[in-house]
């Protein structure tokens, strides 16, 4: 009788664990797309990405690079101080985007330019993603907002 119940339990634990991992493998494979990771323009700069690899860059626009091209191609550098990276865009940009404002932008790179699907921009006047005062602290140009 023992070794029945201990059969049983042993059956129902390694069940209960290939279910573990079967389900983490397929939470890790919905999530593929869902994970893109932010770098600065140094980071980019110092190890360029494969121009399969969709990440997040951040920065603020560098003044006097914005540039608007043929239909809605938007073009300008963002820069941490330390590296600035050429981006390029195709769309509406938000209504807040401006040259020395702070931009993450979702794309990839090509080993030149930063090919950007979505431009996002600060929402008022203080704010900036904690990513990119994270950088910019990390090149010694942030500056904190007046008023704080």
Do not use: C, W
């Not at 860059?57 to 239909?71: M, P």
């Not at 820069?79 to 769309?91: E, L, N, R």
């Amino acid at each position: 009788m023992k070794s029945l119940k201990k059969k049983r339990r042993i059956q129902v634990i390694a069940i209960a664990a290939m279910a573990l991992v079967l389900s983490t493998v397929l939470i890790g494979y919905a999530m593929r797309d869902g994970i893109n990771f932010f770098r600065s323009p140094s980071q980019v700069m110092a190890e360029p990405p494969g121009p399969d690899e969709v990440f997040r860059i951040g920065g603020l626009v560098e003044a006097g690079s914005l540039s608007r091209g043929a239909g809605e191609e938007v073009t300008f550098l963002v820069t941490d101080g330390g590296a600035s990276v050429p981006v390029a865009f195709v769309g509406v940009l938000p209504d807040l985007f401006g040259e020395d404002q702070g931009m993450v932008g979702l794309g990839s790179y090509d080993g030149e330019t930063f090919r950007a699907t979505e431009i996002l921009a600060r929402h008022d006047e203080s704010y900036m993603p904690k990513e990119v005062v994270d950088a910019l602290k990390e090149q010694g140009v942030y500056q904190e907002p007046v008023g704080e």
